[in-house]
């Protein structure tokens, strides 16, 4: 059975930084695909970023590209999303994500409709 625990979120002032932290059963390279999705109200999930396991291709939205790196350690079954310059249009429930199989076009990496396996997500507040 796969779980993903995501941890790290809170209350942030606009500018500031924040550290998310989805930890994964079993090694990090059993999953063709590690992401990370966010949902803010009222708003459709949407991709953050995603790690393709299969060549290591990293990829972000448009809207946090320059400001948030993905990041893994395997050696701790972990992956991490390190948001810097957070605005408040950032705030949403963060969820870590993942795939076993292959899930064809790149465009599915960054797309809800990819991945099988979810975390119960953390809430990222930006407010001053």
């Known amino acids: 059975q796969v779980h993903l625990v995501e941890s790290g979120g809170g209350l942030v002032q606009p500018g500031g930084s924040l550290t998310l932290s989805c930890g994964i059963s079993?090694?990090?390279?059993?999953?063709?695909?590690i992401a990370w999705f966010r949902q803010a109200p009222g708003k459709e999930r949407e991709g953050v970023a995603s790690?393709?396991?299969?060549?290591?291709?990293?990829y972000y939205a448009s809207s946090v590209k320059g400001r948030f790196t993905f990041s893994i350690d395997r050696s701790k079954n972990t992956n991490y999303l390190q948001m810097k310059n957070l605005e408040p249009e950032d705030t949403a429930i963060y969820y870590c994500?993942?795939?076993?199989?292959?899930?064809?076009?790149?465009?599915?990496?960054?797309?809800?409709?990819?991945?099988?396996?979810w975390g119960q997500g953390t809430q990222v507040t930006v407010a001053s």
């Open positions: 994500a993942a795939v076993k199989d292959d899930i064809g076009p790149v465009l599915l990496l960054l797309r809800p409709e990819g991945y099988d396996y």
């Open positions: 790690i393709n396991n299969s060549d290591g291709a990293i």
């Open positions: 079993g090694s990090t390279l059993d999953y063709y695909a």
